[in-house]
């Protein structure tokens, strides 16, 4: 018999704690947001099923970058066209916590 362990709630890091600024991964990340952007592939794929976590994910970028407005932006759009998806709830974390 195992151990009945609680279920592990979502994780979710404000984006104050997420930017190290001259942390290499951060200054690879908006090399490649500006090269191979989330924002790219949802104008090129708009009705890709994943149109919807490249959102999520370029809005996350955004608020890791410490670009607020583009992040808040981000978060509104996503959770507006997608409400129902799995990740709507840690958008509006996101955006209580950037607000």
């Not at 279920?7 to 404000?14: H, R, T």
């Not at 930017?19 to 009705?47: I, K, Q």
């Not at 970058?65 to 978060?75: E, N, Q, T």
């Amino acid at each position: 018999m195992g151990r009945r362990r609680a279920k592990q709630e979502a994780l979710f890091v404000p984006h104050q704690q997420l930017r190290n600024a001259g942390h290499p991964f951060y200054a690879a990340l908006e090399r490649t947001l500006g090269r191979e952007g989330f924002d790219a592939f949802v104008e090129a794929h708009p009705r890709s099923p994943l149109a919807s976590d490249a959102r999520f994910g370029g809005a996350l970028a955004q608020a890791a970058l410490g670009d607020k407005a583009r992040a808040v932006s981000g978060f509104e759009t996503f959770v507006k066209q997608d409400p129902q998806h799995p990740l709507a709830r840690d958008a509006e974390r996101a955006l209580a916590a950037l607000r």
